[in-house]
Structures are given as structure tokens and as C-alpha cells.
């Protein structure tokens, strides 16, 4: 139907011209205003607007108890919206995007990389918002954080030089300031090819256990994200002075929340209006703030992360050529 429709306004046209007559045409203008109405509705009906909204973000060491620190959030989410909020429990960073790709999840948190990962296989995956972090004992404040390559205090790995041969410990294929960064920033500080330079690479599967693997001498070094850090410190397992910072990243922009823009837009509207809208004023805002060591969120545009795509672009190039 909306196909025999869109060929209708260029008969109208002709219409007018050869009859030359004002009535006529205002026929044909409201014919064509009905026309292109019709059209719009039929745009409008594409959109997604399901009955519940499923949420997810990657996994942290804390994971399972990620659904009580976010209760906040999906309270307020489903208010805002009207939906039934699902909580996705994810495996790994790859799970929260095969999940987006798929449809299956509708909003979600994922690391900077993982998103223009996920953005490059699919353009309705978009980014709308960000937490700015308070300063902590390794993270600096604002909507940016930095990787950091650790080893245990007392060691004898104080300097990169230290470290040829060693255990280095890494968190996941789709991290950023725990992959990324590492093979593409930092590797120029030791010819270009980690796998190379160090004696054994491994994936610890989180920035917390990368930390506490550190500091049992699990492994000689890790790259870790600072906020990331500044979490296993709060919660008492180490110290700050318990470390060696070797290393310290150029900013890297916060873990992006994102959405499907195939969802409706006044449904995307109070989506991220929930998460600008999180205040300290709201008791329970205010614990989930508090947890994230964050006082609001920031809006996020795609641009804001086009430094990581550059680093997935040189990756992906030095990997071709070999």
C-alpha cells in the first residue's frame, strides 16, 4: 500500500500544471498532504515499542550483585517508560553485544571498545550517555579514565624494561583500557607486539581479579582501568601503595550506555532521560551514584568516541599485516 502511495504526488503535480486552476490545486495539495501523512504513520508504526525492555551490562567481578546495585536505575527506567525492566546477566563482553545485534537486549553498558565493536556491525547501536567519575585514588574526574599498567610493590618488576619474559595479565578481547590500549598505545613502548615483548599473555576475565591477580603474583603486571582499580581498593583487598604504576594511557572516554535506535523515539527520549535525570537528591539514586563514584550522568554522541576507533583501526591494520 505505502508503495502505490509514494508514486501519487508526482501525478498531482502534473495535475496542476495542466489545469492551471487554484482549486484544483488546493485539491491536489491536500491529496498530497494525506498522502505523505499516511506515509509518515507507516514510518512511525516501524519503530520498536515492546512490552518490556531487557538491560544488561559487561561483566564485572561483581556481577551477580550488579541487579541489586542497579535497582535504582531500572526503578526509575521503568517509571520513566512504562516497561518491564529485564536484567540481563551477561557471560562476557562479547555476550552483552551478540545480545544488542540479535535484539534481544534493548539498552545496555558497554566498554568503549566494545561499543565501536558493536557500532561497526550495526549503526542503530547508539550511544546516549556516560557517567563523569569523582577522583579516587587512582582515577581522576570526568567522563574519561585511564589505563594503567601495575606490578606488585617489592618486586623486581619497577621498570617495563623488568618485565621481557614475564607473565602479563590482560582482561578481556573487547576491553579497551585492558586490550586495546595495551596492543596499540603501549606496545610501541616495547617494539610493537606484546605477545613478543612478554613471556605469556592471559585474560583474567575482569579488571578487579587483573588487580588481585597483581597482588597475589598471579601474574608479574596487568593493565587495568583506574576506576576499575579504585574499586577493589574501596573495597579493601589492596592498597594503592600496595602497587608500581609503570604506565598510565592517554583519556579514554567513559564505559558508553547505549540503546537501539530502532526503538521509538519518545521511548528513547525517557530512556535517557532516566539516566541524565539520576540525582543525589533520590535517596536510592544516590546509593547507586555513590557505588559508581559518580554525581551525574553526561549525554554521549557517537564523536565522543572516534579516538577508539582510530585504536581499533591501527589494530586491525598491524594485524593484517601480519
Not at 500500500?1 to 487554484?22: E, G
Not at 599498567?149 to 578481547?173: A, C, H, M, N, R
Not at 612478554?198 to 593493565?223: C, I, N, P, Q, R
Request: glycine share 6%; with cysteine; charged share 25%.
Amino acid at each position: 500500500m505505502i508503495c502505490n502511495h509514494k508514486r501519487a504526488p508526482d501525478k498531482i503535480f502534473q495535475y496542476v500544471v495542466l489545469n492551471r486552476s487554484w482549486h484544483t490545486a488546493a485539491i491536489a495539495l491536500t491529496a498530497m498532504t494525506a498522502v505523505l501523512s499516511l506515509t509518515s504513520t507507516a514510518q512511525a508504526q516501524q519503530c520498536e515499542n515492546p512490552a518490556a525492555l531487557t538491560f544488561a551490562i559487561v561483566p564485572t567481578e561483581e556481577t551477580v550483585a550488579e541487579l541489586q546495585l542497579y535497582k535504582p536505575v531500572t526503578d526509575r527506567l521503568a517509571k520513566e517508560t512504562g516497561k518491564k525492566i529485564q536484567f540481563f546477566m551477561p557471560t562476557s563482553y562479547a555476550s552483552v553485544v551478540e545480545g544488542l545485534l540479535s535484539k534481544f537486549i534493548d539498552v545496555a553498558v558497554l566498554g568503549p571498545y566494545s561499543y565501536v565493536i558493536a557500532s561497526s556491525k550495526d549503526n542503530t547501536i547508539e550511544v546516549f550517555a556516560t557517567y563523569a567519575k569523582r577522583p579516587g585514588h587512582m582515577q581522576e574526574e570526568g567522563p574519561g579514565y585511564k589505563a594503567a599498567l601495575v606490578t606488585k610493590k617489592g618486586s623486581k618488576f619497577t621498570t617495563i624494561e623488568s618485565l621481557k619474559g614475564t607473565t602479563l595479565g590482560l582482561v578481556d578481547p573487547g576491553s579497551t583500557s585492558g586490550n586495546l590500549f595495551p596492543r596499540v598505545v603501549f606496545a610501541k613502548n616495547v617494539g610493537g607486539d606484546l605477545d613478543k615483548y612478554f613471556g605469556k599473555v592471559v585474560y583474567t576475565g575482569s579488571h578487579e581479579l587483573s588487580t588481585v591477580a597483581v597482588a597475589k603474583g598471579k601474574v608479574d603486571s596487568a593493565f587495568v582501568a583506574t576506576h576499575r582499580f579504585d574499586n577493589v581498593v574501596n573495597k579493601g583487598e589492596v592498597k594503592l601503595e600496595d602497587f608500581n604504576i609503570l604506565w598510565k594511557s592517554p583519556v579514554i572516554p567513559q564505559d558508553p550506555f547505549v540503546y537501539r535506535n530502532t526503538l521509538c523515539k519518545d521511548l528513547r527520549d525517557k530512556i535517557k532521560a532516566t539516566f541524565l535525570g539520576l540525582s543525589l537528591n533520590n535517596p536510592g539514586e544516590k546509593k547507586f551514584l555513590d557505588n559508581v563514584k559518580s554525581n551525574k550522568f553526561v549525554a554521549m554522541t557517537s564523536a565522543d568516541y572516534d579516538v577508539i576507533r582510530a585504536l581499533k583501526k591501527a589494530k586491525d591494520a598491524r594485524k593484517k599485516k601480519k
